[in-house]
């Protein structure tokens, strides 16, 4: 009964390195998301995924590459590490679109750019 | 355009009294609306959703929302708060059905005093 998983929990980075952070789902589910939670500023989606090979950039997503090659797995990757990306990521799922469906949240990247 | 506004960004209750997280929203259609409550170092989980159904909407765990459209609220509310329920909780807004966006509040910390 994994739902949504999120690798690693925290992550330190150096400015300028880069890295991918990962996430799996084990439902079926066509739509894939990646938001970043930023103190007072609620989530914010980063970039989406409607199904296998289709991607698109959601409201934040200058610094962010992301690639969905399999229903299951949806990474984002870092190209090179900044402060202002230092963040909470959340993955998230649903079944079709995320307009009226219920997303699935995984339990988070910390992440520190230093 | 979709937006949302969680008028308090910390409410305090005793336990046993009634819960108020306050929410307004600005759509360009009909909205759906939702809740997500947000536990220390968690993922966010569903409380509840309208989509245009019954205005008065029952989630999990006693909570309810009223959709008021002349008001543009979905206001959330408990009648007897319990040691658990504190946490953060997000209203969300989508303005499309089936859009692949959700935006989010700012959130409003929820304080359950003994």
């Known amino acids: 009964n994994a739902g949504v998983t999120q690798t690693p929990k925290f992550q330190v980075l150096k400015t300028g390195q880069s890295m991918t952070l990962q996430c799996a789902q084990d439902?079926?589910?066509?739509?894939m998301s990646w938001y970043r939670q930023d103190p007072g500023m609620g989530l914010r989606l980063i970039h989406y995924?409607?199904?296998?090979?289709?991607?698109d950039q959601g409201e934040v997503p200058n610094g962010y590459n992301v690639s969905r090659s399999t229903t299951e797995d949806f990474p984002l990757r870092l190209l090179s590490a900044a402060p202002s990306q230092t963040s909470v990521y959340f993955c998230?799922?649903?079944?079709?679109?995320?307009?009226?469906?219920?997303?699935?949240f995984g339990s988070g990247t910390q992440l520190s750019v230093l | 355009a979709q937006s949302v506004t969680q008028l308090d960004s910390h409410v305090s209750v005793s336990e046993g009294t009634p819960v108020l997280l306050r929410c307004n929203y600005s759509?360009?259609?009909?909205?759906?609306l939702f809740w997500y409550v947000q536990h220390p170092n968690k993922g966010l989980q569903l409380l509840l959703k309208?989509?245009?159904?019954?205005?008065l909407v029952k989630g999990i765990n006693g909570f309810e929302a009223e959709f008021k459209k002349s008001e543009t609220s979905f206001h959330l509310t408990k009648p007897s708060a319990h040691m658990s329920d504190a946490a953060e909780y997000f209203c969300?807004?989508?303005?499309?059905?089936?859009?692949?966006?959700?935006?989010f509040g700012t959130g409003t910390r929820l304080t359950v005093i003994p």
């Open positions: 439902m079926n589910h066509e739509y």
């Open positions: 995924s409607v199904g296998a090979g289709i991607t």
């Open positions: 998230a799922s649903s079944q079709y679109r995320a307009g009226n469906e219920k997303l699935f």
């Open positions: 969300v807004v989508s303005g499309l059905i089936g859009a692949n966006n959700l935006f």
């Open positions: 759509s360009s259609y009909s909205p759906s």
């Open positions: 309208y989509t245009s159904a019954a205005t």
